[in-house]
């Protein structure tokens, strides 16, 4: 009884307050039902010694002490739920977060994805095949990009189409190589490395890959098109134009807005960027609530009617430079989802695990992948 109430007492301190409630409900009850068994344990020996008692019989406990109790525990109960709401308590879709936290892995396993690399191709070769063998139409740009520096790197932009008849379209974005450099990583020596890229890459990827099985399961009510950008963190984001011939970042965002059908826009877009982060708080981005601020509610509607509000949070966080802005430029509305506080902040830290090599897949969460992956496919399915 002492060990669970020492529990009880430690738990306060990191539960939030209705949960806090509730254990102190459950620690009132527990220690009422330690009452009544220390009453009847007195009311056995005295049984067992001769003597009897008028008021409170072993197999008749008290009746008040009896209602107590009881109300103790619906108390307890009614306070966990409500603790326990806007909270991840399983799938909402036909999503499967543990098979996208195991493609995580594989992208990862398969090293770095920077443009040229031997982890870039095997990463495009397998996106592409898992594409094709879910039968989806799957198509590709690839080009040859000559950096401001005068360095030319191949480029590779892929597109599976859903439902391609369908002339209603959504634009899905998100990006699948990793940085070259990791500049924040608090050990001086690894700033020259390229990052693992476990939220910053695979999980998009991962998050995309998994709503084109879904969407198998339960056909979408729109044409969709899952659009795996190349070139997102190749450099100097300070120095990004998307009038510039030879950007050296968002090249295959600003590449693709830039050779769009005109005539066949999608309705909106969203751009899933950095969405595996295991502790999961996505604001809304300034530069989409700026252009378009009907798709912000759109998505964060859909995340409330799921019971997500607690990860996707009611309020205009800051604004991105990302695969998204090309897009405004030209008057298509895609917004960016992206979770831009990865990991805690201090001195060694300044952005989190951000372009850092702690960028690994223990940082990352199946349950986080799980509720972006519920409101994506959502979003598509219940138009």
Known sequence: MARAALAALAALAVLPALAALAALAALAALAALAA????????????????????????????????????????????LAASSCGRFSGPRTAFDGQAAYAMV???????????GSPGWQKTGDWIVAQLRQMGDSVTE?????????????????????????????????THWDTRPTAENDPVVGNRTRPIPGANDGASGVAMLLQVAAALKKTPPTVGVDLLFVDGEDYGDFTTWSDTARNPNVLIGSTYYAAHMDTTRKPLYG??????GD??????????????????????????KSLGYS????NRVGQAEIDDHVPFLNRGVHVIDVIDYNYGPR????????????????????????????????????QQ
């Open 278 to 303: 295991r502790s999961l708080d996505i604001y809304q981005e300034g530069n989409s609530v700026a252009v378009a601020p009907e798709v912000v509610s759109r998505v964060w509607d859909v995340a």
């Open 36 to 79: 009544l068994a220390v009453a009847r344990r007195s009311v056995a020996i005295s049984a067992r010694r001769g003597i009897t008692s008028p008021v409170f019989t072993p197999s008749h406990p008290a009746p008040a002490t009896h209602v107590v109790v009881m109300k103790m525990f619906s108390l307890c109960l009614l306070l």
């Open 270 to 275: 969203v751009l899933w960027d950095m969405i």
């Open 105 to 115: 892995k594989t992208q990862v396993d398969f090293g770095p994805r920077v443009p």
């Open 310 to 313: 607690k990860y996707f949070i």
């Open 141 to 173: 740009q690839r080009w040859n990009h000559v950096t401001p520096a005068g360095d030319t790197i191949p480029m590779r932009n892929i597109i599976a189409h859903i439902a391609p008849a369908n002339p209603q379209r959504v634009l899905y974005i």
């Open 346 to 381: 201090d001195a060694l830290h300044p952005d989190g695990w951000h372009h850092t090599l702690e960028d690994t897949p223990d940082k990352v969460s199946a349950a986080s992948l799980q509720v972006v992956g519920d409101v994506a496919v959502t979003l598509v399915t």
